[in-house]
């Protein structure tokens, strides 16, 4: 099994932009969190090689409780009664896991099984966690 934490607040994966001139470009904000996120797996892969064969993978975004709510709600919100209903979309979070092709795992066409979740918290923050699948069942 494979884990790590990537600090600060969670984003989703942008759609690629066209500039004026007709060329497409991925925005600047998902290429930075990527980088970061890929990273991150590569210090938690410690040199070993990419894992092969099906994988299963849990994502869990842990954004900030907004400064606007009443305390009530803050308390609520970080006990897990209130989850998160902003953005980014759990797709968009999930699709960012594209980075970590050719250093978690070979390539993401690898995850059989996934789960991305939302919560909030002190400590913003995106966990990442991929676990080998034997024979069909999880490991």
């Known amino acids: 099994m494979i884990e790590f934490t990537l600090a600060g607040a969670p984003r989703g994966k942008e759609r690629v932009k066209t500039a004026a001139d007709g060329h497409a470009y991925t925005p600047e904000r998902t290429v930075s969190f990527e980088g970061r996120l890929a990273y991150a797996a590569q210090l938690a892969m410690a040199g070993r090689p990419p894992l092969d064969g099906p994988l299963e993978l849990d994502v869990k975004m842990y954004f900030a409780v907004p400064a606007s709510k009443p305390a009530r709600f803050r308390q609520d919100a ?6 998160p209903t902003v953005k980014p979309d759990w797709d968009n979070g999930g699709k960012l896991t594209d980075a970590l092709n050719l250093i978690v795992w070979i390539d993401d066409k690898q995850v059989v099984d996934a ?3 939302k919560f909030y918290s002190d400590r913003p923050r995106t966990e990442i966690r991929v676990t080998p699948v034997d024979n069909g069942v999880f490991a």
Not at 78 to 83: N, Q, S, T, V
């Open 115 to 117: 789960r991305v979740r």
């Open 78 to 83: 970080l006990a897990g009664k209130i989850r």
